[in-house]
């Protein structure tokens, strides 16, 4: 028998298994257990979530695909890059390096970090040359750079790599690695994950830097109420269940409202009868 060729699909899952594996054994802690916060966090932000495209340099991270398609990320790998990603960052003063979010659904959890810690913050849109042109007006020195997106944040990835600075960069699985320092992995196109990236990175960073303010909820950052997948399941179960037994219910008060007419309109027969026979 002819052996079948393996699809691209089942190949690229093949490769993917074998490089995660190896990242798996760098990885310290037992096989259940996440560093930073408890894996439920992950989850419930699913922040382990990517695109249905993978880079060569993102393949690594993944762990498998989903049925429709969409890569999911270890999450242990997770959270072991972006506990590096802050040991990093932890080096440098609020005043001496920059971040920039063009990505709106990292806006909320972006400025909330920034009024914490007082790091400069460029959302919506970075002006580029700002750090490699001393002519213009809004011309500033930094000593480091994250961004939140390699390909939104292009142009603050460039100026970075031309003053050779370094760079902090979150990735999804459809970005390319290239002139980032410090990769940190994870969804980056949902409020939720980087909500959970930043209220993280916020507590971290002002432990380290002992500022002493009030950290808001995760929830605060993420801009939502946060729930776990199967909760959601079993309290919609529970609904259901009740609906049922609330319809049974019904249906046995009808039935027993049928019978008990019934059994008054056999009862006026008998009265009426035995009026006519003179009982």
């Known amino acids: 028998m002819p052996r079948t060729k393996k699809t691209d699909v089942e190949s690229d899952a093949v490769v993917e298994t074998a490089d995660v594996k190896k990242e798996v054994k760098k990885v310290d802690k037992k096989d259940d257990e996440t560093i930073l916060t408890p894996l439920e966090d992950y989850i419930k932000t699913a922040s382990y979530l990517g695109t249905k495209v993978i880079t060569p340099t993102m393949r690594k991270y993944v762990y498998r695909r989903r049925l429709d398609g969409l890569a999911i990320l270890n999450t242990l790998l997770v959270d072991k890059k972006l506990k590096e990603g802050i040991d990093f960052i932890k080096q440098y003063k609020p005043d ?11 806006w909320r959890a972006a400025k909330m970090f920034s009024e914490l810690t007082g790091v400069r913050l460029f959302t919506k849109k970075y002006p580029s040359g700002i750090l490699t042109n001393p002519e213009l007006d809004d011309f500033f020195e930094t000593k480091m750079i994250m961004i939140c997106d390699p390909w939104l944040d292009k142009n603050a990835l460039k100026d970075a790599t031309n003053i050779g600075i370094p760079v902090v960069a979150v990735c999804d699985t459809n970005n390319h690695t290239a002139n980032v320092d410090v990769v ?96």
Not at 97 to 106: D, F, I, M, P, Q
Request: net charge neutral.
């Open 184 to 279: 940190m992995i994870g969804n980056n196109k949902s409020n939720k994950s980087l909500g959970l990236f930043f209220w993280l990175m916020a507590r971290e960073y002002m432990k380290a830097h002992g500022i002493k303010k009030e950290l808001p909820s995760l929830e605060d950052f993420a801009g939502e109420e946060l729930i776990l997948e199967e909760p959601k399941k079993k309290k919609r179960k529970e609904k259901d269940k009740e609906k049922e037994l609330k319809t049974a219910e019904q249906k046995i008060e009808e039935r027993m409202k049928q019978l008990a007419e019934k059994a008054d309109e056999q009862e006026e027969v008998k009265v009426g009868e035995g009026a006519k026979e003179g009982v």
């Open 96 to 106: 001496e390096w920059t971040l920039v979010c063009k990505r709106e659904a990292g």
